[in-house]
């Protein structure tokens, strides 16, 4: 059975930098094919793609946020972290990690963190 | 990136109603499609992949067809559990953008 939770801040400041880790179960990160990704939704608004990295370690960014975002994995521990620099208010949002299966579509999703800026 | 523009962005239905809902994507994406399922505070479910493949344990009501630029997901006969906002998300190229969802309302 595979699971995802997401753990970080709940507030975080303007200007300061978000890092939530994303702590998975069920898979294995260092099987072919398989991602994690990152995917936020403001409050009433749509999905948003952030992040995503594979199990060779080769990582992609949304062009948009690419200056302010890492994302790293930790094969034994199950986790895979993202940071994203420079926080501002518009960042408000929940944040998703999700598995990528190797067939490339995103089977299953976390709960979800809300993340709220402000000062 | 690839935008992808869904329509209408609110229908409201009854149940038992055939519900259809479209998706355009702003460049050729094959079949590199997929529909999700989001109930409020929840996260999104897949219900449709590849365009028109059925996720496991996906009531059968839901469909999904085209390729190309332009989609559809059906809901042949709505259920009270269906109401939610669906979006749909192209697979073709990262970033893998979602439309803008539709809301599915108690008519």
């Known amino acids: 059975q595979i699971t995802l939770k997401e753990s970080g801040p709940t507030l975080v400041k303007p200007t300061q930098t978000l890092t939530l880790t994303c702590t998975f179960s069920?898979?294995?990160?260092?099987?072919?094919?398989?991602?994690v990704g990152w995917i936020r939704q403001p409050p009433g608004k749509a999905l948003e793609w952030l992040a995503l990295?594979?199990?060779?370690?080769?990582?992609r960014y949304s062009p948009s946020l690419k200056s302010r975002l890492t994302i790293t994995k930790d094969t034994s521990k199950n986790q895979v972290v993202l940071t994203m620099t420079n926080m501002d208010p518009v960042d408000t949002a929940t944040y998703y990690c999700a598995h990528r299966q190797p067939g490339g579509w995103v089977d299953y999703w976390g709960q979800g963190t809300l993340v709220t800026v402000s000062s | 990136d690839i935008q992808m523009t869904q329509s209408p962005s609110s229908v409201s239905a009854s149940v038992g109603d055939r519900v259809t809902i479209t998706c355009r994507a702003s460049q050729g994406i094959s079949s590199w499609l997929a529909w999700y399922q989001q109930k409020p505070g929840k996260a999104p479910k897949l219900l449709i992949y590849a365009a028109s493949s059925l996720q496991s344990g996906v009531p059968s009501r839901f469909s999904g067809s085209g390729s190309g630029t332009d989609f559809t997901l059906t809901i042949s006969s709505l259920q009270p559990e269906d109401f939610a906002t669906y979006y749909c998300?192209?697979?073709?190229?990262?970033?893998?953008?979602f439309g803008g969802g539709t809301k599915v309302e108690i008519k």
């Open positions: 998300q192209q697979a073709n190229s990262f970033p893998q953008t």
């Open positions: 069920g898979f294995s990160l260092s099987t072919s094919g398989v991602g």
């Open positions: 990295i594979y199990w060779n370690d080769d990582k």
